[in-house]
């Protein structure tokens, strides 16, 4: 189960840099098809040739979808580690991301022992 697998295997605080890397570089990618969707626009006139008008027009849907998609994926990444990181401290001793993961949702502080849930399963 994702995101278990990869928090078990990297720790909290090095899965949570990754997931905030990983959701900007979609952010970023949302963004550069927002200037390819630009620069097209610019070139589209009704002056060019049919398979040139064509071309643009594919190019433009394209990075639509694209930057779409990137957002969405941004979107979801955010608000995955941002839940995540707001169950990542331990409310008997207040650590923050000194958890271990105790299969297959519990989260057991190194510090004090506690334990909580980390993910709601079902
Ligand atoms: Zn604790």
Do not use: K
């Not at 040739?49 to 941004?74: K, M, N, T």
């Not at 401290?89 to 506690?114: D, E, I, K, M, W």
């Amino acid at each position: 189960m994702e995101p278990a697998d990869s928090i078990g295997r990297l720790g909290f605080a090095r899965w949570y840099e990754r997931r905030l890397i990983e959701g900007h570089a979609w952010f970023v990618s949302g963004f550069l098809c927002l200037i390819a969707i630009a620069a097209c626009m610019e070139e589209l006139n009704l002056r060019g040739s049919l398979p040139r008008l064509l071309g643009y027009a594919v190019l433009v849907i394209a990075a639509l979808a694209i930057g779409i998609y990137a957002i969405r994926r941004y979107g979801q990444i955010l608000s995955e580690a941002e839940s995540l990181g707001e169950r990542a401290t331990c409310r008997s001793c207040g650590a923050y991301a000194r958890f271990r993961l105790v299969p297959p949702a519990q989260a057991h502080c190194r510090r004090c022992g506690n334990e909580w849930t980390l993910f709601e399963t079902g």
